[in-house]
């Protein structure tokens, strides 16, 4: 059984910021990849930004040089500083992870926290 629980999300003025935290608990053997990604109302899933194991990072269009990622392979856990947010950040964020449990350690799957609402008010 493995569980990604995400925390931090709230309510924010526009340019404040918030910390989202994601930690992966459970059987796992190894995480790959880990990342960011939110849905707003009426609209599809999109990637914020994701970190490899190595620490390569990937950020959309609409959050670079705003917002930060951070992983801590020790936790099993990823984060993401969020600065001057914006109304349209609004959105529930979802924590991802691509990892292996120790009952099968090359099979590699996709995982998905609960999801978190921020919400960035004008």
């Known amino acids: 059984q493995v569980q990604l629980v995400e925390s931090g999300g709230g309510l924010v003025q526009a340019g404040g910021s918030l910390r989202l935290s994601c930690a992966a608990s459970?059987?796992?053997?190894?995480?790959?990849?880990m990342g960011w990604y939110r849905q707003a109302p009426g609209k599809q899933r999109e990637l914020v930004v994701t970190i490899t194991s190595g620490g390569s990072i990937n950020y959309a269009d609409s959050v670079k040089g705003r917002f930060t990622i951070s992983r801590d392979n020790a936790k099993n856990t990823v984060y993401l500083q969020m600065n001057s947010l914006k109304p349209e950040d609004t959105a529930v964020y979802y924590c991802?992870?691509?990892?292996?449990?120790?009952?099968?350690?090359?099979?590699?799957?996709?995982?998905w926290g609960q999801g978190t609402q921020v919400t960035v008010s004008s």
């Open positions: 991802n992870a691509d990892l292996s449990t120790v009952w099968s350690i090359r099979r590699y799957s996709n995982y």
């Open positions: 459970g059987s796992i053997f190894r995480i790959n990849d």
